[in-house]
């Protein structure tokens, strides 16, 4: 086995390329372990010490547990995981059902929806607009405020059907000779064959419903319905913990503390969940990219 030598060119491109990587990693990591180290500060060394922690002297967790006790925590998880869930559902089962259709050349009408579908990506709706027709159904107030206006995502449309496009012909005109309908072949073959692309989708559909807090501020008047991006918009905002309510106002911690606990609990969850789905991005893309 013949062994390589870089040549010392190389070698000070190497050394140079991690360590702008190894700095980059740092300056995006800054942000977010000073924000988790101050969650695990004490009233004393908050009050104390300033400028920015680092590494706290003490780890104290009285903010995670006094943030445990409010039951508005528990409320706006249930909200938001429930949104993130049935949303990325529904929204997914919209996008890829069309695209499959508008991936056939033989569709009728197929080119007018497509320029339909290309006006309403040009010309968005106005947020008047969809305030008078979210208040005439009856849904402010309502969780499916958060979920039935935003059922569909233009460019993931068009982005499915490049992928869907990608699958051979000869597979479904075989499973239709076999006797296999449209819908047997579109869960049955399309799906299966296309899952890395239509999970990379549905991870972009949940990641915008668990980030997503602009829609409830518009919708939502109830603070008890609050998703926890709202939740937490509002403790960042309030001068006061007690402002917030839900038992926070006896919290004998300074509010960095609270917030910064909040930050890590509605960030975890998206975090936990990225590692498993990665994979699915370079595949899923490439599936588009890449002509079969």
């Not at 579109?186 to 829609?215: E, G, K, M």
């Amino acid at each position: 086995m013949n062994n390589i030598t870089m040549s010392r060119g190389e070698k000070v491109f190497s050394v140079f390329n991690y360590a702008f990587m190894l700095l980059i990693i740092v300056v995006f990591l800054f942000p977010f372990l000073s924000v988790v180290m101050t969650s695990f500060v004490s009233t004393e060394e908050y009050l104390t010490r300033t400028g920015l922690i680092l590494i706290p002297k003490k780890f104290d967790f009285s903010a995670y547990q006094m943030i445990f006790k409010n039951k508005m925590i528990y409320s706006a998880y249930g909200i938001t995981f429930f949104r993130t869930i049935v949303g990325t559902f529904f929204q997914i089962s919209i996008t890829t059902a069309m695209a499959y259709g508008l991936s056939k050349d033989d569709l009728p009408g197929r080119k007018t929806i497509q320029v339909l579908l290309m006006l309403c990506l040009v010309f968005p709706v106005q947020i008047i607009p969809q305030f008078l027709l979210i208040k005439n159904l009856g849904l402010i107030n309502s969780v499916w405020a958060m979920i039935f206006p935003w059922m569909m995502n233009i460019q993931y449309v068009f982005l499915m059907i490049a992928f869907f496009k990608q699958v051979p012909a000869s597979l479904e005109e075989a499973a239709i000779i076999d006797g296999c309908s449209h819908v047997s072949i579109f869960f049955r073959i399309i799906l299966p064959l296309c899952l890395p692309s239509v999970a990379t989708i549905a991870l972009f559909y949940a990641v915008w419903h668990w980030n997503s807090w602009f829609d409830a501020q518009m919708f939502i008047n109830d603070i008890k319905l609050y998703p926890m991006q709202n939740l937490l918009k509002r403790i960042l905002e309030v001068p006061q913990l007690g402002d917030i309510g839900g038992g926070l106002e006896d919290a004998p911690l300074p509010s960095e503390s609270i917030k910064g606990a909040v930050i890590i609990i509605t960030s975890l969850p998206m975090l936990c969940l990225y590692p498993f789905v990665q994979k699915y991005f370079v595949t899923g893309f490439m599936m588009g990219s890449v002509k079969g």
